[in-house]
């Protein structure tokens, strides 16, 4: 085959692939906030449609989603405290929070004992005093060595958190009053005795006899 011939052949062969390559980067489309000449407004990018919603959260609550109102932390929870959503905070605190926290609140969690940096405690002033959006918005944007936790807690739930970091501040600072029944001094404690049987070791071990006693 002459080289005139191997010429056209591979023309021809570069035309049919420029071809198909110009089909897919040629389209009738427009790229982002480009103008447009069909339009009356001249904008290719179009107001929403009437009625449309968001996919996913609709969040329109800044209190709920933020933690604050106007750019100021809030200092009341969004919903109702109550037992369930203590115990779901609790739950939740447990799992995510104690590894720095511990169970107290006091700051000297396991990865603590172990070198992380140490957090301040929740029961000194500055975090008594702080409204509890303070925490919900730590919880979603971090803060100093603390990373955000918004993809592992939903929204919720850290509202939940927040509400049980306040029952552990109260539980360190609470009066006498703010205990049911009076001064927890005066308050009976049931304690619960275990009595070894008559029977032998092995069966002592195997069911004990429990006996319930009241101190005054």
Not at 149 to 157: G, K, L, N, T
Request: with cysteine.
């Amino acid at each position: 085959m002459s080289g005139a011939r191997r010429l056209s052949f591979a023309l021809i062969a570069l035309a049919f692939v420029s071809a198909c390559r110009q089909d897919m980067h040629n389209q009738p489309k427009y790229r982002g906030l480009r103008a447009s000449a069909f339009f009356a407004d001249g904008s290719s990018a179009r107001p929403l449609v009437e009625g449309t919603i968001a996919r996913g959260t609709l969040q329109t609550d800044e209190a709920f989603f933020t933690g604050k109102a106007g750019g100021t932390e809030v200092t009341e929870m969004p919903f109702p405290v109550d037992e369930k959503v203590l115990d779901r905070g609790e739950q939740r605190f447990n799992i995510y929070c104690t590894p720095c926290h511990d169970r107290t609140g006091s700051g000297n969690g396991m990865v603590v004992q172990r070198g992380y940096r140490q957090p301040p405690s929740f029961h000194i002033e500055r975090l008594r005093t702080v409204g509890v959006g303070h925490f919900f918005d730590v919880m979603t944007n971090g803060f100093g060595a603390m990373p955000d936790y918004r993809a592992q807690i939903s929204p919720r739930d850290r509202w939940n958190i927040a509400a049980y970091i306040r029952a552990l501040q109260l539980s360190q600072h609470a009066a006498a009053g703010d205990v049911p029944g009076g001064d927890p001094a005066n308050v009976p404690v049931r304690v619960s005795v275990s009595m070894p049987s008559t029977a032998a070791p092995s069966a002592v071990r195997a069911s004990p006899k429990s006996s319930t006693l009241t101190r005054p």
